[in-house]
């Protein structure tokens, strides 16, 4: 007995304050595989064979070696992590044999055309690049998806072959976006090399709308009934972000959401609540146990009705790879409470890596699903004995758990975070401890408001609405961590900055281990925050004393606001793009109160922040100009100021408003009964408001985006357009004519624009032009957020600094 208890334990790690056991035998077999398949997907089959080869003459001896020492504590591992291997070894080099041999891959070599039969097994992913926000009149979101799908058969090159593997579909919107998974269909466009080592064939970039499309296998209707079932509800009772966001955390329907939210997750490190993992299937069967708990049912038929409950969540939120690691984990978990066994998070954990490897190694380089089992891992690993010391320091047992879990998950996550996206999150820790009470109430409302959604919409408008606070606070966190000054640090993409960051995690560790070195550590961290914070992140000297105008630093965008004299009052001229730095800047000037919000024209660079300016302030109207179009920017801002019973305000040459220290004058459009066609982006910069402002410090001429017939119509209308400061039109393009340079004569020129923006912008020529008529030019891209302030000789800019980068563009994933 005493014996068989030694055993037991020597493969298992002893429990800590209370804390029970780990079973880590298959750890190894589980971790060893992972690196097989890993080396076969990046260094090739041959690779892979040869380790494979290495693995199955290990496999006897190691048997022979356990069948001579059955008490010995390492043959059993030795010999599972064998055969795992060997298991492992030979599916990835078989797959990666027939890959580099597959016929269509020296067509994709030669970009050639080609059509294919394919069937989809995924949804289509946006591709998010750098015109996600949308510019002018682009609206913002992504215009291309990426789409997985299995061949059918392949023509190219005048050659066709029946024959399977994976080809990734890059498509536009126009009809394939609403795609489900399961559909056949025939595909025509180019080919390109595959670039991911995810055992993908080829890349089609599609060129028109598919044909012959089938329709998708039953079971995908219905959880397609079921998502819009969901998705309908939040629209038609949460605010716009908030129904965006409940479809994503509940069953990882990304669909909808904007791009805006998606980069403030990203920022302070939520974006993985938007990817169904361990957490979605554990809160989903917690549900359905306690529901069967009430209705006393036996434990056998709690097992077994959560298994079918699993199964349906699974094809509710579709099969990505964090779904299937999660969802065999907790089937593996659930077995075991069903032949009454303990159950151990560990052990299911790897049980999940190595089926799932085994089925599709393809997972083995798959962000998601490293993402995911890091993070399973590290609740398992770390968050234990973490929250155990915590409570030794007299910290609450429940507060203690909230501490560690994100902590520990952030921190064995960070180095791959940082390797993907290029930057490190500092604020994730606090966001994810902030977050964490509102995720389950979220998940199990949105699942059961997709659930009853065919039988009523009421009951699940119902369970959305329940959720709105919940949700709501979600949407908050991530915005107030996205504008705290140095959310996120930059750092070196790739495996240079995850290795980097991992060194610089493990040094960190070591050095807390030990009490001189973590005092050390301390002092150091602290020194490094006293000088960082002042000099980075806080601004001596801002916001400049006296100012009367400020352009913010909003990229390739505008976003002028007026003081009027008022003591946190302002008017905000133009938002700016979608990614809301208009927000920072107004923070930055103790803005809380918006008297007026002018949307110049309707393009995205000018409207895409109105969210962001409008959320947490009091607003008085929003103004809009004569021209409505695009239709779909004109319907935007009526619905961001609805949801805020906001008025909306038309204004037109010749009105004038006034505040204490500020009057607003608006000379343009002069000819606003002129059609507009909204495809056409100059026909609707024509359409701007032009302001004429005159503060304390001098008048301001705003000037939108107009172009030379605008400028033409201005210069013969006879209208006073001289001005002390000039806010140049459409970032300083070269549309600006110099005769309405002359007429305006300004001390001082302000350009809103972008760093690193691909339109030419500003013009050189129009700088010039400034310059040699003897105007001082300010650029944000080069000065950051510009205040107008008072002097003796008249208006002069005072310069923020610290100006943003160029944004880096992201692609799938």
């Not at 939120?317 to 066994?341: N, Q």
């Not at 610089?504 to 960082?532: Q, S």
């Amino acid at each position: 007995m005493n014996g068989s208890r030694s055993g037991s334990t020597a493969t298992r790690s002893g429990p800590t304050d209370g804390q029970p056991a780990l079973d880590l035998r298959l750890l190894p077999a589980a971790l060893l595989s992972w690196l097989t398949v890993i080396l076969g997907l990046t260094a090739g089959w041959a690779a892979a064979a040869a380790v494979t080869a290495l693995a199955a003459l290990a496999v006897p001896q190691a048997w022979v070696r356990l069948r001579r020492r059955p008490d010995s504590r390492s043959a059993p591992g030795v010999l599972a992590a064998a055969g795992c291997v060997t298991a492992a070894g030979l599916v990835i080099t078989l797959t990666g044999y027939q890959l580099a041999h597959h016929p269509l891959r020296p067509s994709a070599e030669r970009a050639s055309a080609a059509t294919a039969r394919v069937v989809l097994s995924g949804d289509p992913a946006p591709v998010f690049d750098g015109a996600a926000a949308g510019y002018g009149g682009r609206q913002g979101g992504a215009s291309q998806f990426a789409i997985p799908a299995e061949l059918v058969n392949a023509s190219a090159d005048g050659e066709h072959w029946t024959v399977g593997g994976r080809l990734l579909l890059i498509a536009p919107r126009d009809g394939w976006a609403e795609l489900l998974p399961g559909v056949e269909l025939t595909a025509s466009g180019l080919l390109a090399p595959a670039t991911r080592a995810d055992l993908t064939v080829a890349v089609l970039r599609v060129r028109g709308p598919p044909s012959e499309v089938t329709p998708p296998p039953w079971w995908q209707r219905g959880a397609d009934a079921l998502r819009d079932g969901l998705r309908g509800a939040a629209a038609a009772v949460l605010p716009e972000q908030s129904a965006a966001l409940l479809p994503s955390l509940a069953i990882g329907d990304t669909s909808a959401m904007p791009w805006t939210l998606r980069e403030e997750f990203r920022t302070t490190g939520l974006l993985h609540l938007t990817a169904v993992s361990g957490a979605n299937v554990a809160m989903v069967c917690a549900a359905v146990f306690g529901l069967l708990a009430l209705l006393r049912a036996g434990p056998r038929a709690r097992v077994l009705l959560a298994l079918l409950a699993l199964v349906g969540f699974v094809i509710l939120a579709r099969p990505s790879p964090s779904v299937l690691r999660a969802a065999v984990m907790g089937a593996v978990a659930l077995l075991a409470v069903l032949v009454g066994r303990r159950r151990s998070v560990l052990p299911a954990l790897a049980a999940a890596v190595l089926g799932l490897l085994l089925v599709d190694p393809a997972l083995g380089t798959d962000p998601g699903f490293a993402l995911s089992v890091l993070a399973t891992g590290a609740l398992v690993l770390l968050a234990p004995p973490w929250s155990a010391w915590l409570r030794q320091l007299g910290v609450p047992p429940g507060v203690a758990e909230a501490l560690a879990v994100p902590a520990a998950a952030h921190l064995v996550t960070a180095p791959l975070v940082a390797g993907l996206s290029g930057q490190v999150s500092l604020v994730a820790v606090v966001a994810n401890l902030l977050a964490a009470p509102a995720v389950a109430p979220v998940t199990v409302l949105g699942v059961l408001a997709a659930v009853v959604s065919p039988a009523s919409s009421v009951l699940a408008q119902l369970c959305a609405w329940l959720a709105k606070p919940a949700v709501g606070w979600l949407v908050w966190v991530a915005h107030w961590g996205a504008t705290v000054p140095g959310a996120a640090l930059t750092w070196p993409a790739g495996i240079r900055g995850a290795a980097l960051l991992t060194v610089a995690v493990i040094v960190g560790v070591l050095l807390l281990r030990h009490r001189r070195l973590r005092a050390l550590l301390v002092a150091a961290v602290i020194g490094v925050l006293l000088i960082v914070i002042p000099t980075r992140f806080v601004t001596p000297g801002w916001p400049a004393t006296g100012w009367s105008a400020v352009a913010c630093d909003v990229g390739q965008g505008d976003a002028v606001v007026l003081a009027t004299g008022q003591a946190g009052r302002g008017v905000l001229v133009d938002t700016g793009t979608e990614d809301g730095a208009v927000d920072g800047c107004l923070s930055r000037l103790g803005i809380s109160v918006l008297s007026l919000v002018v949307i110049t024209h309707l393009h995205a660079d000018h409207l895409g922040g109105l969210a962001a300016a409008l959320g947490g302030r009091a607003v008085g109207a929003v103004a809009l100009g004569p021209a409505h179009q695009p239709a779909w920017a004109d319907e935007r801002v009526h619905r961001a100021a609805a949801e805020r019973n906001i008025p909306v305000l038309e204004l037109r040459a010749g009105q004038q408003l006034d505040w204490p220290a500020l009057s607003l004058r608006v000379l343009g459009p002069v000819d606003p009964a002129d059609p507009v066609d909204p495809t056409d982006g100059t026909d609707v910069n024509n359409t701007s408001l032009v302001l004429r402002a005159t503060a304390p410090t001098g008048t301001l001429l705003l000037t939108g985006d107009v172009e030379l017939l605008a400028q033409a119509s201005l210069l013969t209308s006879g209208v006073d357009l001289r001005a002390d400061v000039l806010k140049v039109p459409h970032h300083g393009s070269r549309y600006t004519s110099p005769g309405f340079l002359a007429a305006v004569h300004p001390r001082l020129a302000l350009v809103s624009v972008g760093a690193g923006n691909t339109y030419g912008h500003p013009n050189s020529t129009v700088l010039d032009a400034l310059r040699r008529a003897g105007t001082l030019v300010r650029r944000t891209d080069e000065s950051g957020d510009v205040a107008v302030v008072a002097s003796r000789e008249g208006p002069v800019a005072v310069a923020r600094g610290h100006p943003r980068p160029a944004p880096r563009q992201r692609g799938r994933g």
